[in-house]
Structures are given as structure tokens and as C-alpha cells.
């Protein structure tokens, strides 16, 4: 997957705007949560992902985002896109279970993403055979008791080809993270596991790339501080980006403001 | 059966691919598989949802996977686990159950499983195998590892009398001849029946089956049965298992559209998940009235 260009300012416009179109078109929301993640997936698919790694998006409503990358990178084409979310279609609207070479597990059920991993990097370790593998969750999917089930599995085998990215927007599914369950910022609720823990601002690719390029001695955590519906600018950090389509006029402003961006 | 088990897995763990995770149960049972299996026995601990997401990641990743607890927290805790992770991708990840049914009898209401098997079957591509006799064990353990598809291994005790001859393992087998009605039980619950039916007048007798995989579609009734089913006055299914999902509505099923319809139909099934007074697995399956006597009254044979 990783290409010999470095994803720049025009790869990044492009994908934001592909992937506006396909959820205008589709007559689907979930943008918010989207976008927030939309910058952190286009870099590691483009920039670090190797033939032996592997990817688990734990937060399966970001499926438009995920195709979007592979997009991006060839994996998928511009005719894919088009049948998103549409009667026969592979791409549903979270990662399907089979037909996609790129997508190892149908995620979107939240909780299940990084055991996953953890158990993919495991395997990869008991099998001698090289590959990192990443993660991508939520933040609000923080709440779900098996993902800190596998945090704990994660720390204690000291899985050091794996890197946990948390999309961290702070809005959740009917609220603030903070309002639901005073969980966020979720970095300081991890003190005391064996993880490094990196923020970052999950909108600023230098960061992104150096926070990846950092040397790993264990599981790695990188919350990536996002906000929600970035670039989108009528919405960017509201809840209505989490659920709600684009009309007309939404859609024009909006492709004309990630023109501008 | 747990050493029988135990032995199965090391003799399997010689394939340099296997991998085996105990949700941290198996505590003086399957030491011996630990020190065979080195970093290949994995304890994951009290996490039973990250150990199914696990066992299907290692899966997916060509490894032989069995995950083992006591039998009611390998399915119902992570059920969402199985069916997402492991069902939906196929991936022949194995389940083991230990104590099926009442098994853990006065350990209480949580540490039973009687809504087992039923519950997997639902789920894409699940099979399920409940081992009769101890000595099927080796069998099972071969079988379901080799048979390309996630399965749920329901483990009990085999309470064959001491003299009777334990057949060679099969899905179905004809453990007593008769000229009464048919009676199928499921799993372990076949070999608590002989010593009573065999003391029956073979004129009367039942003739009994034993059930040790299903779904049907994997497991297919064998012709002799039902040449036998279609003769007999009465069909006769014993279960450790709710009615709801449980064997008899499978077999019925089954029946049903091959247009064979017993005359007369009984049901001996686990009948509750709470009880007011707990007592052994023998006392839980006489309440559910599922106990070699109560066979017999609900046959007319006491």
C-alpha cells in the first residue's frame, strides 16, 4: 500500500473531497466521524502501511473513510466509490466481512478492534513473521469494557509491532465524551499501563508521520486530536456531523470550502 | 472428560501451528498441556470477549486455535465475539466448553449451560460436539480440529455402566436395541439411560440413539433411524438443554420435511435456569426430570 509519494496538502484536499461526494451522493452521514479520521488513515495507508502490516479500523463507522484511503492508494477505484452504501454494493456502510483484500474483520460493532490486533500482532509474533500491525479506534468507544480488556492483553505480551491510533474528536454518539462518561482526555486515564502515549494534533500530518516514525519498544498508543466534520466548516466539532447527510446547498459550500482549504 | 481432553490437545499440539487459550481456568486439569505447549499456551486471563476477538485474529492468521473455559463463559459472555469475529469469517476457531448442561450443578445458576448449543447454532456456520463417552474425546477433538469450521465442544462426564462396551465414536450411534419406542438423547445424557433400559424386556425396551453433532445438516440422520422413527409408536428426545433452540426442535425440523411425523412425541428437556434448592448435576437433571426414571414414567415403562 505505501506509495513512494509523500501525502501532501493536494492528496489530502482531494481525498477530503472524494469523500464529501461519495457520502453527498449516497445520501449517507456519519461524515463527522469520517473527516476526523480521514487525515491519520490517508497518511498511514500511504505512508506506512508495508506488504506484511496490517490495518483494523475499530470504528467501523468510519468505513467512508477507510474506502476512501484505499482509494487514494489504488485499492480502490472511483467506480467503487460510486456504489457505496447503494443496493449491491461491497462497500457497506461498515467494513464488510469478505470481498475486500485490505479489510481482514466486518468491525462497527464497537469493541472488537484492538483485541484484533492484539491477537493479529500475537499471532504474527508466535509465527516469526514481520508486520506491524495498527489499530484505529474511537474514543468513545473507550467505554466498552473489552477494549481495555485488550489493552491489558496488549500491554502484558508487550506487543511492539502494534500502534493504537484513537481518533479523538470528543463527540460521541448522543453527547460530548466528557458529558457521557468523564472519560476524556482519555490519555490521562492510562497512566500506569506499559504503553507510550503520544498526542498529537491528528490534523497536522508532519506530526502524524513523526509520531509513527517514533521507535517502538511496546504497544504504542498516538490519541490523535481530531475534530469532528474537519473541513466542513457549518459543522466541524458539532454532533450534527456525526449522523446527518448533506443537502444541495450543504454539499456546494462544502466542496467549495475544502477547494479553498 | 478433562483428561481425555488434555491428552487429545497434546498429542494435537505436536503441529508446530497450534495455538491454546484458557480464559485463566484449567487449574489442576491441563498443567501437562501447558509445559507441552510452552509459549503456545496462552492464559488470557478473566476476558473473555478479548480472548474470542483473539483466538479469531490468530485464526485469520492460519493458526490451529482452541480456547477453552468452563462452559457457560466460553459462549454467553463473548456471544457477540463469536458471531462477528469468528462466525461470520468462518474461521475454524474451536470452542471448549467445559461441564456442559447442569455440569456445574451446585456451583449455581451462572456456572450452567443449558441454552448452549441452541444459542451457537443460530450463528453462521457453527457446528457443535458433544462427546458421549470419555472415550470419544480423542475422537471429537480430531474431528472438530480437522473439519475446517468453528466449532462449540460441549464437555461433560461419560456415565456409561462399568461392563458396557463403548461403540467406536460416530455423530450417531445405536447404543441399545428394542422393540419399544425410540429414544435419542444428546451427549453424555445417552450412557446415563443404558443400565435402566437394559434391564427392560427387549420386547419393550427402547431403542436407544446417541446424538453427537449437529447442526443435522452436517450430521444427517442416519437411514436406520429413520426407518425406525417411521415405525415406532412414539419418538423420544432427552436433552440438557431449554426447549427453545434445543435438539428436538432441530430433529422435528428435520422430520418435517421429509414428511415423517411420530404418532406420539415426548420432550425430556433442562427445564429451568434458577432452581430454589441446588444440589449435583445427577439432582439438577432428576428436577428437570431428566433422570434415567424419570425416562421411564414419561414412557409408561417405570
Not at chain 2, 422413527?229 to 438443554?241: K, M, N, P, Y
Request: aromatic letters at 8%; charged letters at 20%; one cysteine or more.
Amino acid at each position: 500500500m505505501r506509495s513512494s509519494a509523500e501525502l501532501g496538502p493536494d492528496g489530502l484536499r482531494s481525498a477530503r473531497k472524494r469523500l464529501v461526494q461519495m457520502h453527498y451522493e449516497s445520501g449517507v452521514g456519519h461524515l463527522g466521524g469520517n473527516l476526523s479520521a480521514l487525515d491519520a488513515l490517508l497518511l498511514v495507508f500511504h505512508e506506512f502501511l508495508g506488504p506484511d502490516d496490517k490495518f483494523i479500523l475499530s470504528k467501523g463507522h468510519s468505513a467512508g473513510a477507510l474506502y476512501t484511503a484505499l482509494w487514494s492508494c489504488g485499492r480502490l477505484t472511483d467506480d467503487d466509490l460510486k456504489t457505496f452504501h447503494k443496493d449491491d454494493t461491497l462497500l457497506s456502510g461498515h467494513p464488510p466481512a469478505s470481498g475486500l483484500a485490505d479489510v481482514l474483520f466486518a468491525t462497527g460493532s464497537l469493541g472488537h478492534g484492538l483485541s484484533l490486533a492484539a491477537g493479529t500482532a500475537l499471532a504474527l509474533r508466535l509465527k516469526s513473521q514481520t508486520g506491524r500491525v495498527v489499530c484505529m479506534t474511537s474514543d468513545g468507544e473507550w467505554q466498552e469494557g473489552s477494549t481495555w480488556e485488550a489493552l491489558i492483553f496488549a500491554c502484558h505480551h508487550r506487543l511492539e509491532t502494534l500502534t493504537i491510533l484513537v481518533d479523538h474528536n470528543d463527540l460521541q454518539g448522543f453527547g460530548s465524551t466528557s458529558d457521557v462518561a468523564s472519560m476524556s482526555p482519555l490519555w490521562t486515564r492510562l497512566q500506569g499501563f506499559e504503553l507510550q502515549v503520544e498526542v498529537i494534533d491528528g490534523h497536522d500530518l508532519a506530526q502524524i508521520r513523526s509520531a509513527l516514525a517514533a521507535p517502538q519498544t511496546g504497544p504504542r498508543l498516538i490519541a490523535l486530536r481530531t475534530i469532528k466534520g474537519r473541513g466542513l466548516q457549518d459543522v466541524e466539532g458539532r454532533m450534527e456531523s456525526h449522523y446527518l447527510p448533506l443537502d444541495a446547498t450543504g454539499y456546494t459550500q462544502a466542496m467549495h470550502n475544502l477547494d479553498s482549504q | 472428560m478433562r483428561k481425555q481432553l488434555c491428552d487429545a490437545l497434546i498429542e494435537r499440539s505436536a503441529r508446530p501451528d497450534m495455538v491454546f487459550l484458557t480464559g485463566d481456568l484449567g487449574f489442576m486439569a491441563l498443567e501437562p498441556l501447558q509445559a507441552a505447549m510452552g509459549e503456545r499456551f496462552i492464559n488470557a486471563g478473566v476476558a473473555e470477549q478479548n480472548m474470542i476477538s483473539v483466538s479469531a485474529a490468530m485464526a485469520r492468521q492460519s493458526l490451529d486455535v482452541w480456547v477453552y473455559s468452563i462452559a457457560p463463559f466460553v459462549y454467553a459472555r463473548p456471544f457477540e465475539q463469536i458471531r462477528n469475529d469468528i462466525g461470520f469469517h468462518n474461521l475454524p476457531v474451536k470452542l471448549i466448553g467445559n461441564g456442559g448442561g447442569y455440569g456445574y450443578g451446585v456451583m449455581g445458576a451462572t456456572h450452567h449451560a443449558i441454552d448452549d448449543y441452541g444459542a451457537l447454532l443460530t450463528l453462521p456456520n457453527l457446528r457443535a460436539f458433544i462427546p458421549v463417552f470419555d472415550e470419544d474425546v480423542a475422537a471429537v477433538v480430531q474431528v472438530a480440529g480437522d473439519c475446517g469450521a468453528p466449532a462449540y465442544l460441549r464437555m461433560g462426564r461419560g456415565e456409561p455402566p462399568s461392563d458396557f462396551e463403548v461403540p467406536a465414536y460416530a455423530p450417531w450411534r445405536h447404543l441399545l436395541e428394542g422393540g419399544g419406542p425410540v429414544v435419542i438423547a444428546v451427549g453424555p445424557l445417552a450412557g446415563t439411560y443404558i443400565a435402566a433400559l437394559r434391564a427392560l424386556d427387549p420386547a419393550v425396551r427402547p431403542s436407544l440413539w446417541a446424538v453427537a453433532e449437529l447442526p443435522l445438516a452436517h450430521a444427517p440422520i442416519p437411514e436406520a433411524l429413520l426407518a425406525q422413527i417411521g415405525s415406532a409408536d412414539r419418538l423420544c428426545i432427552a436433552e440438557e438443554h431449554v426447549e427453545q433452540g434445543g435438539f428436538a426442535s432441530m430433529l422435528l425440523l428435520d422430520l418435517a420435511r421429509r414428511g415423517l411425523a411420530p404418532p406420539r412425541f415426548t420432550h425430556l428437556c433442562a427445564r429451568s435456569h434458577t432452581f430454589e434448592r441446588y444440589g449435583s448435576q445427577a439432582f439438577l437433571r432428576a428436577r428437570s426430570g431428566l433422570d434415567p426414571a424419570a425416562l421411564l414414567a414419561a414412557l409408561e415403562l417405570a
